[in-house]
């Protein structure tokens, strides 16, 4: 199976221009890259269009990559970008299609599945879909306010103040829990 | 942690709680084997597709910045891209015409201020007419014989291409005529001379291959100054009214032989 030292030397031999190297790095990538856009983004043509402008800037500035990063990361941090250009050119989609959250059934909101990591995990599992939806695009995702506005098709204030009221609600949980143990 | 297959197949069909699709999200941000599966989930001809689309646009040619220039001031793509399509010799032109200038101003340094003038007048006007015989045609365009079958070829690409010369080079010569000393009206003579020239060179070359074209009217007009100035005494006698005039009345009948000829300008231009 690959690893990230594969794809790294990959990367490394993209940016002296080897088409092959290329090659194998689209059939690594590509698929997952697509996938995953696919839940930010309803329409497959944007995000066919976001994939293939993704890898027209990795074979353009392969050589920017920090050598010790992880690969798929700085994969998704560019086609996630891409994606929201696309969707500002065209902008299809209305905030409804955002795939992300939206076919969750508000009964299996309830169930809780276990195998959450970490803070996100925790404060994702009672928010609200539109609170997640920001987090996601801002912790998971990697995006700023801007970009992750873009992205959910809302104003940067909006995500600023979700931000902000996701954050107190996850500390009223915490406070609440720490009450509960006492 | 293993790879769940089945949380990656619903998550390929939207089917997954919250909760669930959440831990895939970050199983997807730092785990290889969890992309990797996800990988291949996706069809294959869809990555086909977009594959064919990624190479099409790394083989694209890049705009030369001049082209994205004139695109970016609202000239049509096809356009630019037929003007920006620069003949190897565009470059030698530029070059040569800047160093006729300034041999043309050095050897007149010194010297009456009309012969100064005088030879910069007659030199400037030639140098969108070697720009268009010279760098236009065969031999200088390694994309000749497309041109000339192509829906743009014919008139239209040499007037094109002309006009293309013939900005360049006033730019050029402005720039050499700012440099002049002499601080005359005359100074801005040459104007009217370089379009009818061009214009003229055009003309001509409906009946004779470019180049011929471009070094007959070149001589015709050197002899001609030459002449004139004899003739009336006077240096710059060819830039004076009557001479204004006669270039325009030369402009004039060289449209007009463009028009009436431009069938010729699909063949002319071939024939070397």
């Known amino acids: 199976m690959r690893t990230e030292a594969d794809d790294r030397a990959l990367l490394a031999r993209v940016s002296r221009g080897d088409r092959a190297a290329f090659d194998e790095l689209y059939r690594a990538h590509a698929g997952w890259l697509t996938a995953r856009l696919e839940r930010r983004c309803g329409d497959p043509d944007l995000v066919d269009l976001a994939v293939q402008d993704t890898f027209v800037a990795v074979w353009k500035s392969a050589k920017k990559f920090r050598s010790q990063g992880d690969v798929g990361a700085w994969l998704w941090g560019i086609a996630i970008r891409r994606l929201i250009d696309q969707m500002r050119k065209r902008r299809p989609t209305p905030v409804e299609a955002n795939v992300l959250f939206d076919q969750v059934a508000s009964a299996e909101d309830e169930l809780f599945v276990g195998g959450l990591h970490g803070e996100l995990g925790e404060s994702l599992r009672s928010l609200d879909p539109d609170l997640a939806r920001v987090l996601v695009a801002t912790a998971v995702d990697g995006l700023t306010t801007r970009e992750a506005g873009q992205l959910l098709g809302i104003p940067q204030g909006t995500v600023k103040t979700r931000l902000l009221r996701a954050r107190r609600e996850a500390r009223d949980e915490l406070a609440r829990l720490e009450g509960d143990s006492r | 942690m293993s790879v769940d297959l089945d949380l990656i197949h619903r998550y390929r069909r939207s089917t997954l709680t919250r909760d669930e699709l959440v831990k895939v999200e970050?199983?997807?941000?730092?785990?290889?084997?969890?992309?990797?599966?996800?990988n291949d989930t996706v069809d294959a001809h869809r990555l086909g597709a977009t594959w064919a689309a990624v190479e099409g646009s790394l083989?694209?040619?890049?705009?030369?910045?001049?082209?994205?220039?004139a695109t970016r001031l609202g000239a049509p793509q096809h356009l630019t891209r037929i003007m920006g399509a620069t003949p190897n010799l565009r470059r030698a032109w530029m070059v040569s015409a800047v160093v006729l200038l300034l041999f043309g101003l050095a050897v007149s340094n010194g010297e009456r201020e009309t012969a100064t003038i005088a030879l910069f007048l007659s030199i400037a006007p030639l140098v969108p007419v070697f720009g268009v015989g010279l760098v236009y045609g065969p031999g200088a365009d390694p994309a000749h014989e497309m041109a000339t079958v192509t829906p743009m070829g014919g008139l239209r690409l040499v007037v094109l291409r002309t006009l293309m010369a013939l900005l360049t080079s006033l730019v050029v010569v402005g720039i050499a005529a700012v440099l002049v000393e002499e601080r005359s009206i005359l100074i801005a003579a040459w104007l009217l001379p370089a379009v009818a020239l061009s214009a003229a060179t055009l003309a001509v070359s409906s009946f004779v291959p470019i180049r011929n074209a471009a070094a007959g009217v070149a001589a015709g007009w050197l002899t001609l100054v030459v002449i004139w100035a004899r003739i009336a005494d006077d240096g710059v006698a060819a830039f004076r009214l009557p001479g204004q005039l006669v270039a325009a009345v030369a402009l004039a009948v060289s449209v007009a032989v463009i028009a009436a000829r431009r069938d010729a300008f699909s063949r002319a231009v071939s024939t070397t």
């Open chain 2, 26 to 38: 970050l199983e997807l941000q730092r785990s290889p084997a969890w992309r990797s599966a996800l």
């Open chain 2, 59 to 69: 083989d694209a040619p890049t705009p030369s910045r001049l082209e994205r220039a």
